[in-house]
């Protein structure tokens, strides 16, 4: 066998028998591995310590025994937990004899009232170490208990009872009170609890059971001179997360005025749920669940449950206003963006670790999905408005999401080959952007006009086919597929919505030049808006410009001119043209019929042409009206809602007037 199998290295002469078998009995093995329960052994570990006893105290609450929760801190890191429920139980325990149930749960891993559900029907869990956990990890630890007016006493150390358990004489109440030091043989001397941790952890109890008072004392000496952590304070809050959440947003704007809130119970008697939900405009999500008042920082199935029901009822709710674009919100949007405050109360719940920092409790998806699913759907349908404002929001998140997806794309494509450039352009000789200039044509028959009138060095020409995709009612996917928006992004170089960079522009002036009649008009409407809408940058940095091509060629003798409109032609048929002989006047159809020596005459050369800046304006000197108003404009005009476009045709047929077409 050792041929097949080879020892390397230098081997010890040692043996080993049934002596160097250890067993390790009662409390020990918490000792020995005091990160195995309580997941290390810093100031976080200690203050679990208080968490572990302050969950007994609301088990005690749920169930609905205990009203009052008091919590003190006292110099040298002593802690007292206290609540008014019945009391852990001090008689003898039938399977121990000599022992109270009481020296049972403190001294022995594994024991408690949690494994059945005669005692808790929803608790913290069903390990039964926490306690006795506390206990072993404890220099000093005092029970009270006060039980049918008589109070009980014992004291501990490090898990073994320094005292039997007496009687201390006659209380009018009721209730545990452990208070107890942590071993600095395990902790240290230079660990102290965090007392604003601590607050924060008690605040939240409260919030998440209702009906509970928690009275919180701490000493002002623990009180760092920097923290906000209150000595004393009374944690009682009726409205439960969502009195929680109103606290945590403070004044941050959400996109609805109202959250999405409420309390189920869940099919079957296995439980109930809370949540609170809000889509802060800023789009910065946070999300804070618990199960059995357990927080859960590492979330788990109930947290997926929720994510499920937010992003179904989004998507249903899109399907049934006929909003198709709803279909690219994901998980992203709906829950990552969101805040969440999610409290799921059920029976048996399944942790990951002693911690308990993740649930995994599979039936609990399909639970939180059912029941918070359906009371989405009513409260999306019951104000229609903000719904749909909610929901606007989201699909332009998601759009901009997946926007930066592809630009991330186009750069990992560009990042190892150079630049490809769209076939159909035909690009200037000169390399820098400074002086030069991309035109963007209607049609090959132009572009092939313009490509000999230009000035090779510095202009640029993209032809386009037709009418581009209007961006402002497509969706993400329609807009990704188009290729001559590829192509004139692919062009321009400097990417799309949050992955704009100005600095990557290829052309120092962007020009639109289309045919200057209704159709040219619109494809240059639809070029501006996608550039409103998706490379907002270029027309803030007055990078955008639209040609002035003529409509009319006016000839008399030896003299030509060339008229952009009717107005223009009229009056030069009155200025220039006053002397008798025949005047000829042509209508361009198209740029594309135009000579390359017209076409660069008249538009294209800087010296003899005329250009349009555009810019963003709509009449007023507030600049955030002015934007608010922009896009309502661009969005009646440009948008989904055919009715926008009806009332504002409707409201403005006064100024239209019959034109020569």
Request: proline share 4%.
């Amino acid at each position: 066998m050792s041929d097949l199998f080879p020892i390397h290295g230098k081997r010890k002469d040692s043996t080993y028998n049934a002596d160097d078998i250890e067993v390790l009995e009662g409390l020990e093995p918490v000792r020995r591995r005091p990160g195995m329960y309580i997941g290390g052994t810093d100031e976080t570990a200690m203050n679990h310590l208080v968490a572990e006893v302050l969950d007994n105290s609301m088990d005690e609450a749920v169930a609905g025994y205990a009203s009052v929760i008091d919590i003190e801190l006292k110099p040298g890191n002593i802690v007292t937990i206290r609540d008014n429920g019945r009391g852990i139980p001090v008689d003898n325990h039938p399977k121990f004899p000599g022992k109270s149930a009481l020296e049972v749960i403190l001294t022995m891993l594994h024991s408690g009232g949690k494994f059945s559900n005669k005692v808790y029907e929803t608790s913290g869990g069903l390990h039964g170490v926490g306690i006795s956990v506390v206990n072993a990890l404890s220099d000093d630890l005092t029970v009270e208990v006060s039980r049918d007016k008589e109070l009980y006493v014992q004291k501990y150390s490090r898990g073994v009872p320094q005292t039997k358990l007496k009687k201390a004489g006659a209380v009018n109440r009721r209730g545990t009170s452990i208070t107890f030091h942590p071993d600095a043989d395990i902790f240290g001397t230079k660990a102290h609890y965090k007392p604003n941790a601590l607050f924060r952890m008690a605040r939240a109890k409260a919030y998440l059971f209702r009906g509970i008072e928690i009275r919180w004392t701490c000493d002002p000496s623990l009180i760092k001179p920097d923290e906000k952590t209150p000595a004393e304070a009374v944690l009682h809050f009726p409205g439960g997360l969502q009195d929680y959440l109103a606290s945590t947003l403070a004044d941050r704007e959400t996109l609805t005025p109202q959250m999405f809130a409420g309390v189920a119970d869940l099919p079957d008697d296995q439980g109930r749920v809370e949540w609170a939900v809000a889509w802060p405009v800023d789009g910065e999500g946070l999300c804070s669940s618990y199960c059995n008042t357990i927080h859960t920082p590492q979330g788990g199935t109930h947290e997926s449950g929720m994510r499920s029901a937010l992003l179904r009822g989004l998507r249903s709710y899109g399907e049934l206003i006929n909003n198709r674009r709803a279909a690219a919100i994901t998980g992203d949007e709906a829950f990552g963006s969101a805040a969440v405050l999610l409290s799921l109360f059920i029976k048996n719940p399944q942790f990951q670790g002693q911690t308990k920092e993740k649930l995994a409790t599979a039936d609990a998806l399909r639970l939180v999905d059912q029941v918070v699913k359906d009371h989405f759907d009513h409260w999306l349908v019951s104000d229609a408005m903000s719904s749909k404002a909610l929901l606007d929001q989201l699909v332009f998140r998601a759009e901009e999401r997946l926007r930066a997806s592809q630009a991330r794309e186009l750069a990992r494509k560009t990042a190892t080959r150079k630049l490809r450039l769209p076939g159909k352009l035909a690009d200037c000789s000169k390399n820098a952007a400074k002086d030069t200039e991309i035109f963007l044509v209607e049609g090959d028959s132009a572009g092939g006009s313009a490509k000999q009138a230009r000035q090779r060095e510095t202009q640029a020409i993209l032809p386009l086919r037709g009418k581009i995709l209007n961006v402002a009612s497509a969706t993400v996917d329609k807009l990704r597929a188009n290729q001559e928006l590829q192509d004139l992004s692919q062009a321009l170089g400097c990417g799309l919505g949050s992955e704009f960079n100005i600095e990557k522009l290829r052309y120092d002036r962007i020009i639109i030049m289309t045919d200057a009649d209704v159709d040219g008009a619109h494809i240059a409407s639809l070029l501006m808006t996608f550039f409103y809408r998706e490379m907002p940058g270029l027309i803030q940095h007055g990078h955008v410009y639209l040609a002035q091509p003529p409509l009319y060629r006016i000839t008399q003798g030896n003299t030509t001119r060339y008229a952009r409109d009717d107005e223009h032609k009229d009056e030069l048929l009155k200025t220039v043209f006053k002397k008798q002989g025949k005047i000829e006047i042509s209508r361009f159809k198209g740029l594309g019929e135009m000579m390359p020596s017209q076409l660069r005459e008249t538009t294209m050369n800087p010296l003899t042409r005329s250009l349009l800046r555009v810019v963003v304006t709509a009449g007023v000197e507030d600049a955030e009206t002015e934007i608010k108003e922009t896009e309502t404009l661009v969005e009646s005009l440009m948008g989904r809602k055919a009715e926008l476009r009806f009332q504002f045709i409707q409201e403005n047929a006064r100024f239209a007037r019959d034109v020569d077409v």
